[in-house]
């Protein structure tokens, strides 16, 4: 009886095996690996990544693998207690599990492999010439990032307040496509910069643009708004002048019914007609008046006797 028990108890102990690590996350393009530890002899050891066999392990050492991707080695020498399985240059392809599996009463290890992708970042507007105080306006588009970057806005170095921008995120296939959109008020020359990451990434990925700020014209408005006022007034002042001056110059010329000459005729208004003054009444016996051809009225007196 102890004997069995002796030997049931280094069967559970020889068929004890570690996988480390369990979880991991890695970014896209880089390797990353896990170790099997086995504690006793053993014949075979296989790799799947996401339900696919892609390598077998004999203890003798000669690996068998479906791609250059995978490989494995024992971690120490000719110890093959230890194996070390390695995926070179992950995509989001190899992210799921990966599981360990040695023959006999070993049975499964179960580690999460966990790919972050960077994509491509670009302000759309690129290098941009504005008025002084104008208001601009640039889009940065990320896309194929996973998970959701995070992006940011730099102007000459300086990070920009998150009150600006506004960034928005959408799913497209097994990644994420991100826009971003910053407005302030051009004062000087400015470099503007977009910048995403996502935790693994140890430099985030930018894309910049220049903005060159030129004076803006002279406002005339002001002084336009006076020059009219002054003109118009000048114009109501000569309006005025001009409206006295043609009363008084016609008061002038205005003349009376029977204005005398100094030849002693008299003129009536409008008329070439020149009357002498009668000096004789013309009810006297024998007197008349005639005109001649000139327009003169003649008085002619006759006395009989």
């Known amino acids: 009886m102890l004997f069995t028990i002796r030997e049931r108890f280094c069967s559970v102990v020889s068929g004890q095996f570690q ?11 880089s390797d990353v690996q896990f170790n099997a530890t086995v ?41 093959t207690s230890c194996v070390q399985f390695t995926i070179h240059n992950t995509t989001r392809r190899e992210s ?78 097994d990644s994420f496509n991100s826009t971003s959109v910053l407005k302030f008020q051009a004062v000087s020359n400015t470099i503007v910069e977009c910048l995403a990451t996502v935790p693994l990434l140890t430099n985030p990925k930018s ?34 002048l001009g409206i006295i001056f043609c009363y008084k110059h016609r008061k002038e010329k205005r003349v009376t019914p029977s204005e005398l000459t100094d030849s002693g005729f008299c003129q009536a208004n409008g008329s070439n007609i020149l009357e002498m003054p009668d000096v004789v009444n013309s009810t006297v016996a024998g007197g008349y008046n005639t005109l001649d051809e000139s327009g003169f009225r003649k008085h002619r007196h006759v006395t009989i006797v």
């Open 207 to 240: 894309s910049s643009v220049y903005v060159v700020v030129v004076p803006k014209p002279p406002d005339w408005t002001v002084l336009i708004a006076v020059v009219v006022s002054i003109g118009g007034f000048a114009l109501l002042v000569l309006l005025i």
């Open 39 to 79: 504690q006793g002899k053993w014949m075979f050891m296989t790799w799947t990544v996401r339900e696919l066999l892609v390598l077998t392990v004999p203890a003798t050492g000669n690996v068998s693998s479906i791609s250059e991707q995978f490989s494995a080695t024992f971690c120490s020498g000719e110890d």
């Open 96 to 173: 799921g599990p990966v599981i360990c599996t040695v023959q006999g009463d070993y049975g499964s290890k179960i580690a999460q492999l966990y790919v972050q992708e960077s994509g491509t970042v670009n302000i759309t507007e690129g290098n941009v010439t504005v008025e002084q105080d104008q208001q601009v306006e640039f889009q940065c588009v990320t896309t194929a990032w996973f998970p959701i970057p995070t992006v940011n806005w730099t102007r000459n170095g300086e990070t920009v307040n998150s009150s600006l921008y506004n960034t928005t995120s959408e799913v497209y296939g």
């Open 19 to 29: 996988l480390e690590p369990l979880n991991t996350t890695v970014l896209q393009g």
